[in-house]
């Protein structure tokens, strides 16, 4: 089955800083989506991005399909972002979603 | 406009005992589907319905059943709950399309002592 390798595990930043996490799998896919699971366990969806780049706010995502990867960038930091980030991926004829093992971030004030 | 809805939340069973978790969605999504996640892991699909009277085994089945009697409605059923079922559950839908988003609930933490 496809396979899915998130980076960097963990990231600890001050308030304000930017980051970029990093989503890289296997094969080709037709839905990619980046979740947050916030610390009360919650997994919200912040992006369904199978190819392209889209923007909410200060968190924007890339997808370049032909490369098999996607970034997710967030901006200007604050301590809510603190969580684990996860991205998912399923490829044509398979309806499960794939996951990988997520980057755990951590900001502080 | 609820989207997935888990109850319940929070469960503690001994083992042997049985549950179930319900899981229904009003999105008149064709897809459900249940994961489990453990510690410091992503979530690992345990079994998934296409459509109602349609179910499939996961990735890590053993253990647990399902059934789909309606669009809305994926209960997964713990028969003998054993300690290696300690876990937060997840259950998903989405439209049976190829493009489209899923959707998760809030998640059940389930113990089992």
């Known amino acids: 089955g496809i396979q899915v390798e998130q980076s960097p595990p963990d990231l600890i930043l001050q308030e304000g800083a930017n980051s970029t996490l990093r989503c890289n799998f296997s094969?080709?896919?037709?839905?990619l989506q980046w979740f947050h699971q916030n610390p009360w366990g919650q997994l919200i969806n912040l992006f369904y991005?199978?190819?392209g780049t889209k923007q909410n706010g200060r968190l924007s995502a890339t997808t370049v399909a032909t490369e098999r990867y996607s970034l997710l960038y967030i901006s200007s930091s604050q301590t809510t972002d603190s969580g684990v980030y996860f991205c998912?991926?399923?490829?044509?004829?398979?309806?499960?979603?794939?996951f990988g093992t997520g980057t755990r971030l951590t900001i502080i004030p | 406009n609820a989207g997935v809805t888990q109850t319940p939340k929070f469960q503690v069973l001994k083992t042997g005992q049985s549950m179930t978790l319900q899981c229904a969605q009003d999105?008149?999504?064709?897809?459900m589907s249940w994961y489990r996640q453990d510690p410091g892991m992503g979530l690992r699909l345990i079994h998934y319905s296409v459509g109602a009277g349609i179910t499939d085994q996961g990735e890590v089945p053993n253990g647990y059943n399902v059934s789909r009697s309606t669009t809305e409605d994926f209960p997964l059923r713990l028969l003998s709950a054993a300690p290696s079922q300690t876990s937060v559950y997840f259950c998903a839908s989405r439209s049976y399309s190829w493009n489209t988003e899923a959707f998760f609930g809030q998640g059940t933490r389930l113990t089992v002592v």
């Open positions: 999105m008149n999504h064709e897809y």
């Open positions: 998912a991926v399923s490829n044509f004829g398979n309806e499960k979603l794939t």
């Open positions: 991005i199978p190819s």
């Open positions: 094969d080709s896919v037709n839905n």
